[in-house]
Structure formats: C-alpha cells, structure tokens
C-alpha cells in the first residue's frame, strides 16, 4: 500500500503523492471484513437486509438490530466497525429531526443521503478525526401524500422562473436507495451491496435486471430473492452461523403503508426456507455436472 513512500498514512488529511487517501482505503478495507448487507429497490417499496455473523452462542437472538430506522418512512444497514454505524445512524436522525422541525414534513431521501454523505466526508479532511469504517445502504419512501401537491418546502418554485413549465408533469414520490461510503461518496441504486460477499451478491442482484422498466418484481418477491442473495453471498464464510436481518419500505397502500418496519415473522422464515431449498437446488446441480464430466473423461 506504501510503495511510494512511507507516512503517507499517518494522517489522513495527507495525500501520497500519487494522491491516495490511504486511511480511506484501510476503511475500506475494514468494511470489506465485515457483514454483508444489501438493498433493493422496487417499484413498490425497498427491501434491506443484512448478514448479521453470530459471534457468540451466548448472544440473544433477534437482538443486536443491524438495521436501524432513521425516520418513518428510511432505514439505514451498515457494514464494518458496529459502534462507526452507530454513531453514523444517530448522525442521520438527528438530520432527519432538523429537517422536521424547520420544513414541517419528512425529509427527502435523496436530501438525506446527501447529508449523511457530507458528515462522513468531513471525516476525511482532519487529522484529529479519523474516516468512518461502515459503508450505509439507505433506503426510504417518499410519500407523495406527505410530500403535497406543490412538494417540499426548500425545492424552489413550481412555476414561474427557476420553475418547471405550466403542462410539465412532474411525479412526487416513490422509492429511494442510497449508499454512502467511507469516502463520504454516494449514489444511487437500483440493488446496492456491500460487506464480505459483496462480489456475489452484486452478481446476483445483476440477474434480478432491477433497472430494467418491465422488471415486474413484487415487494414480496424482493423479500424472497434478498434471502437468497444472503445466503448465497454466505457461502463463503459457511463455516460460521448467522442469523438473517431483513426490514422493508411499501408503498402507502402496501403492506407497511410508507413506513419501515421489519418484515413479518412468518415471511422471513418462509424466505429463509426457500433460500435454502434453493442453495441445496444449486448444490445437487453442480454435483450431476461433475459426475458427468467424470463420466465423459
């Protein structure tokens, strides 16, 4: 990492010559070692879910909450160092309760992202502080009855100057998924993933053609394929237990009625159920190809 030269890492508010930020990578390196966590995005809401490792058989299941709710209608997962996600979470409820009190409504979820992106980059910049070592996957619905007819106060005028057009139609609300990385860099996605499996889980998310406008994947169906994304993503560490987190967001006429809630009892472990029937499905695959290549040889 320190080819070019040594004490480039000291501080992370010096540049190599090269111009790297090698703390910002070491964080990286931090959320790379951790859970893995993905979000999906629908036309009908947001699924979050997480790889939440059982460290000790003396931990109590179901507690421990990976994924956290920052306002009503967004909730937040993280990979990497726990007590960094934490703190970034209180961050981001805080943000979320200013923007209440001063505009009178819920906060965007784009307008969110982009402030937990601004506090996490000012983590980058000073040497008495060092960078986040989490990587948030924020997801949220912006409801359009809680939005209004002329949307939120502090988005410019509707018409007139610096406004859109008389006959422009602009649609209100709808689903957001956000990640924010160590860098405090941002975007976002149809399907984000993040932590040890990421790589497999991105593969696999890549499949479901999320971005696609005739993708037809329910809420339902999300919550099934996250499942089995996880376990999927889990294979490379099998030899260690986990226990499945997994919350989501609907629409106001779904199932959760804009707000983020974690998903019923009975559909996760029906989730679970599939998702291990399907690796099994998976497994008995591979082993009939290779007892027939053994066979042809």
């Known amino acids: 990492m320190t080819s ?63 994924i956290s709710t920052v306002d009503r209608h967004a909730g937040v997962v993280t990979s990497g160092l726990l007590p960094d996600g934490r703190h970034l979470i209180s961050r981001a409820r805080d943000e979320a309760s200013s923007w209440r009190q001063t505009y009178k409504g819920p906060i965007p979820v784009h307008a969110l992202a982009s402030r937990m992106g601004g506090y996490v ?94 993708c037809s994947l329910s809420l339902k169906d999300a919550v099934m394929e996250a499942a089995r994304i996880i376990y999927v993503a889990h294979e490379d560490s099998k030899d260690k237990e986990f226990e499945l987190e997994m919350t989501w967001i609907s629409t106001l006429d779904g199932p959760t009625k804009g707000q983020h809630q974690q998903v019923p009892q009975e559909l996760l472990e029906e989730a679970e159920k599939a998702a291990k029937k399907s690796l099994e499905g998976d497994d008995d695959e591979e082993e009939e190809e290779e007892e027939g290549d053994a066979m042809q040889e």
């Not at 409801?143 to 100057?161: H, K, R, T």
Request: glycine share 16%; proline share 4%; charged share 20%.
């Open 121 to 214: 980059q000012a983590y980058t910049l000073y040497s008495s502080v060092r960078p986040f070592g989490v990587t948030a996957i924020l997801g949220g619905w912006d409801s359009e009855a809680e939005l209004g007819v002329d949307g939120q106060v502090g988005f410019g005028p509707s018409v007139g100057a610096g406004g859109k057009l008389e006959d422009e139609v602009v649609k209100r609300g709808g689903p957001g998924l956000y990640m924010i990385e160590p860098s405090g860099l941002y975007w976002g996605y149809y399907g984000a993933a993040t932590g040890k499996g990421r790589q497999a889980a991105k593969a696999e998310l890549e499949k479901l053609d999320l971005a696609s406008p005739t």
């Open 4 to 66: 070019i030269g040594t004490g480039y890492d000291l501080s992370n508010s010096v540049f190599s010559p090269d111009g790297r930020n090698f703390q910002v990578e070491y964080a990286v390196k931090a959320v790379e070692n951790g859970g893995t966590s993905i979000g999906i995005r629908t036309k009908h809401g947001v699924v979050l879910a997480c790889e939440k490792i059982i460290s000790s058989k003396l931990l109590k299941p179901g507690a421990n909450l990976r």
